[in-house]
């Protein structure tokens, strides 16, 4: 079975902090992907990358900054947190061709205070 | 702009019955197509998938059917069962590169007993 793990389930940051989420994948996917999901907006992207150390901005990419050293691990960085970054983050992993399902993390729900 | 998404936001079926769950898509370049289940507090799940050559596909319990033509997937769950009880969400890969996914918002389907 594909699993993409996510390092924090829950997290409480204050407005300003350097926030890191970590994701893990242990089926050799090239891609990988970081999404935040808000009630009546469904799945937004924000970054993805298709191999390590490269990195492609999504939809949403303003305030984040992604890290891809090696290809199991995506990290993505809130440089200071605001409160509107309050959210449940995904991380989803995948194949590089354009047919491939993505798989999802459990999912962290931050909470910027 | 590419959109997918839903006919129903809310959708509940007795036990036992057959549940329908529509998903209108407007990109005419998408040629891959998945079905997530997601649970409370979890991350999406896979389902089903179906490529564009294909109008149906089948399994266990669940048949995703594809049509073209009006632009339009629906997802049938037989014998709906209380572990169904998710938000349901159908993606299309969009023509955008890089299997980037296009979301729908999500049906909740609710098993009344």
């Known amino acids: 079975d594909v699993k993409v793990t996510q390092s924090s389930r829950y997290l409480v940051k204050r407005t300003g902090e350097k926030v890191f989420l970590e994701c893990v994948q242990d089926m050799d996917h090239e891609n990988m992907f970081w999404y935040r999901q808000d009630p009546g907006l469904g799945l937004r992207l924000i970054y993805f990358s298709y191999d390590v150390k490269m990195k492609e901005k999504g939809d949403i990419p303003e305030g984040y900054s992604v890290s891809r050293e090696k290809k199991e691990r995506f990290s993505l960085i809130l440089e200071s947190a605001s409160t509107n970054q309050t959210s449940m983050y995904l991380c989803?992993?995948?194949?590089?061709?354009?047919?491939?399902?993505?798989?999802f993390g459990p999912g962290t729900r931050l909470l910027v205070l | 702009g590419e959109s997918v998404g839903l006919h129903l936001p809310t959708l509940s079926v007795q036990e036992g019955d057959n549940s329908i769950i529509n998903c209108a898509y407007s990109?005419?370049?998408?040629?891959?197509f998945i079905w997530y289940k997601q649970e409370s507090g979890k991350g999406p799940q896979f389902i089903i998938d179906i490529r564009s050559n294909m109008d149906k596909r089948q399994g266990q319990r669940v048949t995703v059917l594809l049509n073209k033509t009006v632009k339009h997937l629906s997802l049938q769950i037989a014998a709906t069962q209380p572990g169904d009880s998710a938000v349901y969400f159908c993606a299309e890969n969009s023509g955008r590169g890089a299997q980037k996914l296009v979301f729908g918002q999500g049906t909740r389907l609710t098993i009344n007993p």
């Open positions: 990109n005419s370049a998408s040629d891959y």
């Open positions: 989803a992993s995948s194949y590089w061709t354009s047919q491939e399902t993505q798989y």
